[in-house]
């Protein structure tokens, strides 16, 4: 099969992923007793969560062992989904500056179910190894494992680290790498990410339509990865389709990436393509 034929097959399901955003609704802790207490009103020590600020009930100065936390509840912070757009789009150190207090403010619940510390970590992560920052990618990445139950390392560790190769290493090195993380039994945002990432180095050897294979498996093969990364990848997929002529499908692409660009640098990405197709 060819990749032209490939892509073509994958299109349909591309434009098929799209989600209203909902309400913004504060960060809380739920405790199993059914209270909760905002994020903000909390600080953790040794496995206890320490009650700073006074609410529902709670006194500032109590402490409860962290297992009596059932969950985190609220929307998902605004400027993550900014920083990830910043990210994929080549504004790493503008995406660091969102996401570092973001992650600060939201490290308490790092161990806590429905968390949105760890998603903001690992986009930290890979923010860190796109800008060649190894040390502080290391570092991320021993706490992003510490904070999760999985044995070893956390997979985007791995992704970390192909993404910190040099320049001196080859295209198609960097693209075994890469597609050695969109392997079946690998996580969604590992994929999603390390398939975005393939676009590039296929590019540089010239192997274009493999490199819009890749941009639409993002949102086509591992659609739960996120929803920024699947608009990014439908806008750089467009990008490539329009360069070939195919301006209907570059549309629909672009429509179904404003569906859910709301609130980011995607918006305008978007619209600027739009109007360039007319």
Not at 71 to 95: M, T, Y
Not at 262 to 273: F, V, Y
């Amino acid at each position: 099969m060819s990749p032209f034929t490939s892509l073509t097959r994958l299109l349909p399901l591309a434009l098929a992923f799209t989600t209203v955003p909902l309400m913004a609704d504060p960060a809380q802790l739920v405790f199993q007793n059914g209270r909760s207490i905002p994020l903000g009103s909390v600080d953790i020590a040794q496995d206890q969560i320490l009650i700073k600020t006074a609410a529902d009930g709670l006194s500032a100065g109590q402490t409860f062992p962290l297992s009596s936390v059932s969950h985190v509840f609220g929307s998902r912070p605004a400027e993550l989904n900014q920083a990830i757009a910043l990210l994929l789009f080549d504004r790493a150190k503008e995406a660091i500056a969102l996401l570092e207090p973001l992650l600060a403010a939201h490290r308490v619940s790092a161990k806590i179910p429905g968390n949105f510390w760890l998603e903001s970590a690992r986009a930290l992560l890979v923010c860190y190894a796109v800008s060649g920052d190894a040390a502080r990618c290391t570092q991320l990445g021993k706490e992003i494992s510490d904070a999760t139950s999985l044995q070893g390392s956390d997979p985007f560790v791995s992704l970390g680290k192909v993404l910190l190769m040099p320049s001196s290493v080859s295209p198609a090195d960097r693209d075994v790498s890469l597609k050695d993380l969109t392997a079946d039994e690998m996580p969604a945002d590992v994929a999603a990410y390390a398939s975005f990432y393939r676009s590039r180095p296929l590019k540089e050897q010239k192997k274009n339509a493999e490199a819009l294979q890749a941009l639409l498996a993002v949102s086509c093969l591992y659609p739960s990865g996120g929803l920024i990364l699947n608009a990014a990848s439908e806008i750089l997929a467009a990008d490539m389709l329009a360069g070939l002529k195919r301006t209907d499908e570059a549309t629909r692409l672009i429509n179904s990436a404003l569906r859910v660009a709301q609130g980011t640098i995607l918006t305008d990405e978007a619209n600027k393509r739009l109007e360039s197709l007319k």
